[in-house]
């Protein structure tokens, strides 16, 4: 187990491999660097490939006051640099790939390419009015029922009915014992990520690679819109938000063509 500390925290992180090319793992909400578990296995034996827990998250630590998508941003950048990382692919997953777009863009992470798994389905676009009462909810009930409410935010938008069991299971587990204070601050950041796309995507200096499942659709019209550099979508098959342990092996596959367009453009 290997550690820096920013901001109070300290910062769990594992590196595998030892190639040219780094691919930098960052986990979704609520879950930990465990869930690449298969991804780090594939692609361990040709690139170095470094995963992390995000404070709040996994091993890592929660002594911290101020809880933000920023900050998340702010300590994958710093890993960057105190590693010493060169030739840096992010992957992000969910709300990792968020982090990422600001690591890559405001806090200027030196990378070569950016891929997103599962994530920016409905980019730079708020919710229409029609749901912003639901959404308004859930916030306050993240404040008074945050258990109950994560349970609940799973079973209607993570997983679907054809959902395996054993995964059902464990991502509710995961939400189910979040670390409250984080979880309730950056689920408002969350929410509110569409601001942070059309501000940021116009900045991001590279084609973004997108690697979403198909058990929900993903609009590409404002990914035409924001990306100057333009953006590949690969869609794979599953019915739940975490094809690194539903869909291993199509995710791997999706990836390993991906870092390989990234290394072709340098």
Known sequence: MKELIRDNAHINYRIAGSGDTTLVFVHGSYIDQSYWYDQVTFFSGRYTVV????????????????????????????????????????????????????AATTHKAPILGMIAVEFFKNAATPLPEEHQPMLEKIKA????KFVETNEQYVKMFLVTKETPDAIVRKV???????????????????????????????????????????????NQEPL????????????????????????????????DLAVSNILASK
């Open 172 to 218: 509710i587990a995961d939400y189910k014992s979040a670390f409250e204070p984080m979880g309730q601050r950056i689920m408002s950041d969350i929410f509110d990520g569409y601001k942070i796309e059309q501000k940021l995507f116009p900045q991001l200096q590279q084609k973004l690679y997108l690697i979403n499942v198909n058990y929900m659709p993903t």
């Open 141 to 144: 009930d993240l404040k008074t």
């Open 51 to 102: 995963t992390m827990d995000l404070p709040g998250h996994g091993l890592s630590g929660n002594d911290r006051a101020d809880w933000s998508l920023d900050g998340f941003a702010q300590d994958v950048a710093m890993l960057i640099a105190e590693l010493g990382l060169k030739n840096v692919i992010l992957v992000g997953h969910s709300m990792g790939a968020e982090i990422n777009l600001i």
């Open 224 to 255: 035409k819109q924001y990306l100057p550099n333009g953006f590949e979508l690969t869609e794979i098959k599953g019915t739940s938000h975490f094809p690194m342990i539903e869909n291993a092996v199509e995710l791997n596959n999706a990836l």
